[in-house]
């Protein structure tokens, strides 16, 4: 690819990443404005309610809310009065305190940025501790086996707000090293960011993890192991070839936390923006709604100008030249000890889910209530004295089966999205930063609560990781040697797909799919625990852990059970992937020959 050409792709790329963040943006706040007229109720008689918690309101009170709202005149005048005063700095009152919202937009934002950063600082530290074995020995030349990345998989299959109780009663009410409670001063960020930076980190470094030993694969890192420099050198070179690759993930893993994380925000009592989205949300208190919509739009497409402009920097000129060399896994032997541990995890989820189908998941028995684990009930019973093997056992299929689902929906939708990058850049700025809760709400107000509303309001956002970690792979691949010499010989855009593209993002991105399976597990639990997916008493592992969260110091056994259950699938999940051998398209003639594993 010349220079030329590379610039004018670059030109109608911008373009079409613009028209995708206007497109996505105006969407989506046309879709918010719209939120109290699609719900099918009234929005005079929520908002009279969030005001004074009055059940059965007057026709007289109802209409005098209504003419103060003018809400008679529409939602798109509605929307058309509030981007104008937006031009004026005024972002309008709240329907329900009647206070002015841009003050409370301002400060709950000020508070997620800053314990947005903290989070990066955690993700940065857990995912270089998952990647120092690997960038040890890559840079001596003494790596020759491959890990399956267990250890990051469990870190990542913690959920956060059940991190985030243990933190909290451990650190900060057991022990007192940090507040437990309230924001108001770096001391409250500790443990939120811990509880939210962990399983990021692990979910981030996991993946790099699994791209170092293609980076030490490369022909350079031969010749400067040969010609004695120095291993701190060589990582940090392989590190940089690598990281371009994962870099944009943090989009969607740390930047989407400032809007989604309600729940380890009111664990914490922080006062951040995904606490007064939602708040105003259920509330259909729309001014405030709108304004925290906007500023989250506006900080996933900064976030992605910044990281897009790391990537180019990380990648240098070879990107835009067309000398950008392929990544080539190398073959790696596994070890005995994946397969024992995959085995021994399949095992024990396959006698948990067997032993609790044998059960009733709905017998109610109040004089058991909370009941510690014993030969009765295995795992304990709940705060109504159902036994939680039971339910667990009968929710394995309905979670594995949603999940699974929407996974697959969200890594197609990311797929296609991602090889049109250039639309699709400004779309995933945009999504990523969308709480999957107002998804839910949106969604649920056309479809009405129901386990395929909430799986339908998770695709709409969970698509963002796939399709941001393919158009970067797709990048990379795109500005490889070979792909000149591919279209030199004529090769079309089936054969470029078929063995090119494909091969470079497909294994990439199903081990990220993998590693996120239980992340959306829990994203339906949250949704069903508002009221907006699966409802009571139907078993559904992600909401046994929700709805048990609250007895978590008294009880934990009530949420030790799912969270082990969710650990166990992801472990079984990824190490499914990594069997065998690990050198996709290596021979092992090829193997022998450039040898990665003698140097």
Known sequence: MSVTSADAHARRSSWGTGVGRLTAGVALLTAVALLPWLSGTDPALTVLRARSADQDPTPAQLATVREQLGLDEGPFAHLAHWLGGLLRGDAGTSWVSGEPVLPQVTTAFAVSVTLMLGVLLVTVAVAALVCTRTLYLGSRRRLRRARAGIAAAVLAALPKFLLAALLATV???????????????????????????????????????????????????????????????????????????????LLPTVVGLVGGTVAVEKIFNIPGLGRLALDAAIAQDLPPLQTATLALI?????????????????????????????????????????????????????????????????????????????????????????????????????????????????????????????????????????????????????????????????????????????????????ASGHMLASLSFGAGPRHLMRRHYLPAVLPAVLRNALLRLPTTVLVLASLGFLGLGEQQPTPEWGRLLSENQPYVELAPWTVLGPACALVLLSVVAVSGTASGRSGPGLSAGRAREGSFLGG
């Open 171 to 249: 650190c900060g009410v057991w022990l007192g090293w940090f507040p437990s409670s309230g924001w108001e001063g770096p001391a409250s960020m500790v443990l939120p960011a811990l509880a939210l930076g962990v399983p990021s980190g692990a979910m981030i470094g996991g993946l790099l993890d699994q791209s170092l030993p293609a980076a030490f694969n490369e022909p350079w890192a031969r010749t400067w192991h040969a010609c004695g420099f120095a291993p701190g050198h060589i990582a940090r070179h392989a590190l940089r070839r690598t990281l371009a690759g994962v870099l944009p993930q």
């Open 298 to 478: 506006l900080l996933g497409i900064a976030a992605g100008l910044l990281i897009q402009t790391l990537r180019r920097t990380l990648l240098g000129p070879a990107l835009r030249d067309g000398a950008l060399p392929a990544l080539h896994a190398p073959d790696l032997l596994r070890g005995c000890s994946t397969r024992w541990t995959a085995g021994a995890c399949a095992v024990a989820l396959l006698v948990l889910v067997i032993a609790g189908l044998l059960r009733d998941p709905l017998h109610v028995d109040t004089a058991a209530r909370l009941l510690p684990p014993s030969a009765a009930h295995p795992l304990g019973t709940d705060s109504l004295g159902r036994d939680l093997l039971a339910r667990l056992g009968h929710g394995a299929l309905r979670t594995a089966g949603v999940a699974l689902a929407v996974t697959a929906v969200s890594v197609l939708v990311g797929l296609l999205l991602g090889s049109a990058a250039g639309v699709s850049a400004g779309l995933v700025e945009v999504a990523s930063t969308l709480p999957a809760v107002l998804a839910g709400l949106l969604t649920t107000a056309v479809t009405g609560p129901s386990v395929w509303g909430a799986a339908l309001a998770v695709c709409l956002v969970g698509w963002t990781p796939y399709a941001a970690q393919a158009a970067a792979l797709i990048e990379e691949e795109r």
